[in-house]
């Protein structure tokens, strides 16, 4: 026993100068950073996430300021948390900022996927096919037909489901209007039905957990020497969920080819068009199956899902608020008339509607800390130093809970947009940072011009054509707000709500 003795006591001084060199290598690192909590030895500030890692970064920029650094593992990561902040990155040095960090758990989507690839040809290639080809103005005019026809659908469904006194759960309806609305887009078909819920609930369900699991916590992108080993198992558990949405899309393309090689007529859809530009000398975008399958999962999870999870929590806040869902509907009842359809030319004339929507936008944005960026060199900004590498996450939800930037930030109060000039010019395309739900920059969610349109306008059918109620119990005992953290902010328990015909 005593010839141990020397030897613990060497390890044990051993591991005190490990630890203590360590601390001072993160201290130097930490120089010019701006600041933060203390990390701790290995983990770092880990243990301060949580499971809703927005709401705890929120507190930290309360204590630390609108921009926080954290040592997140081995990683070095900043997060804005202010207009101010968020300017400096998404505009002023947007470029420095243009690429993702790019989380394990995607694996090989990751090398095809507009969210994901890097600023470089390929990646405009892709983006200019989708602002021109799919989001353009002129394209969305184009498809008007499709929303009021699917607008008009949803409301069909909801009116027999009121007939039969049956609550109706707004995210799953609002969910499947949008799935069938991008499928029209894409494959000139629906995927799923209103009336078949087990279809739609199982697509729901994949498209959750890919969106969950992307943007959960993953201790592969903590320590990216771990990586390899997948110790949660998230990578593995995403390729099982993106290999059941590319057998879909396998047999919508595959149905498509030997459609051709029989002389049909083409759709002219948004897979004709892709499938021509493949066939094309200059393919710069690299549209192979691949790419393909991988341009479908983005555009599929990300359409449907964040704007049906608006028009939830956008129906939620309405019932939690009579006086508000009284002027929204008082409105629409005067500027379009009750029971009538809407049409997206309507939207501009219904302002309190617009502000409810931006007021959804700012109390539930679908993606609360938007998607990483990462630092392609050191940047100075704001009296502080970004050192290249750093993993860089922009708070919109703790933005939109400044309570510099808006008063009684924790209430809903669509007035907010109406009352004041500057209050009322807030544009939602990431042209001021107040609000931007979107994002902004190079990088700003492409589908954003679909998805404004397509929130206003479900919002508008479902609330003038309905009279809308919680169920007994819920006007008891209240609503469950709690939420799901992903990459998008979904609403843990689905809003039920009742409906009667006006």
């Not at 399958?293 to 990300?302: N, W």
Request: charged share 25%; with cysteine; proline share 7%.
């Amino acid at each position: 026993m005593g010839a141990l003795l020397p030897w613990l006591a060497w390890l044990l001084v051993s591991l005190v100068g490990v630890y203590l060199l360590g601390h001072l290598v993160q201290a130097r690192r930490r120089r010019g950073l701006p600041p933060g909590p203390h990390p701790l030895p290995i983990i770092g500030s880990l243990h301060l996430l949580g499971n809703q890692p927005h709401r705890s970064l929120a507190r930290l920029a309360k204590t630390h300021g609108p921009l926080v650094s954290l040592r997140l593992g081995s990683v070095t990561t900043v997060v804005a948390s202010s207009p101010a902040a968020a300017r400096e990155i998404l505009q002023r040095h947007d470029a420095a900022f243009s690429n993702r960090s790019v989380p394990d758990a995607p694996g090989a989507h990751a090398r095809n996927s507009t969210v994901w690839l890097p600023n470089a040809p390929r990646w405009r290639a892709l983006r200019k096919i989708m602002g021109t080809q799919l989001f353009a103005p002129h394209r969305l005019d184009a498809l008007q037909h499709l929303r009021r026809d699917k607008a008009r659908e949803l409301v069909d469904h909801v009116r027999r489901l009121a007939r039969r006194g049956e609550p109706v759960n707004v995210g799953r309806v609002a969910f499947t209007t949008s799935l069938n609305l991008v499928s029209r887009t894409i494959f000139s078909r629906d995927l799923a039905s209103l009336e078949d819920d087990g279809a739609s609930r199982k697509f729901q369900e994949v498209v959750t957990d890919i969106m969950e699991a992307v943007g959960s916590p993953n201790v592969s992108d903590f320590f990216p020497a771990l990586a390899v080993a997948d110790l949660q198992g998230c990578r593995r558990r995403l390729a099982r969920l993106f290999a059941r949405l590319h057998r879909i899309f396998d047999e919508e393309i595959d149905a498509r080819l030997r459609g051709r090689d029989a002389g049909e007529p083409k759709k002219n859809d948004f897979l004709d068009l892709l499938l021509d530009a493949a066939e094309d000398d200059d393919n710069t975008a690299g549209l192979d199956r691949d790419t393909l399958r991988s341009l479908f999962t983005d555009l599929f999870s990300a359409g449907s899902d964040t704007s049906s999870s608006s028009v939830e929590w956008a129906m939620v806040e309405l019932l939690r608020s009579p006086a508000s869902m009284a002027k929204a509907c008082d409105e629409l009842a005067t500027v379009i008339g009750p029971r009538k359809d809407i049409e997206e030319s309507d939207i501009g004339r219904l302002p309190y509607l617009q502000a409810v929507v931006k007021e959804t936008f700012r109390l539930h944005p679908a993606a609360p800390l938007l998607l990483p960026r990462r630092a392609q060199a050191d940047v100075k900004m704001m009296g502080y130093v970004i050192p290249e590498g750093s993993r860089v996450f922009v708070n919109v939800w703790a933005m939109g809970r400044d309570e510099e930037t808006w008063p009684e930030p924790e209430k809903f109060l669509p007035e907010r947009f109406l009352g004041k000039k500057t209050q009322q010019a807030v544009d939602l395309r990431g042209g001021d940072f107040d609000l931007i739900p979107f994002g902004g920059g190079r990088r700003i969610c492409p589908g954003m011009p679909l998805a404004i349109r397509m929130v206003h306008l479900l919002l508008a059918s479902l609330l003038n054509q309905f009279a809308w109620r919680l169920p007994a119990e819920l006007e008891r005992n209240g609503v469950d707000m709690a939420e799901n953290f992903g990459i998008t902010l979904t609403k843990a328990v689905p809003l039920c709500a009742i409906a009667t015909e006006i």
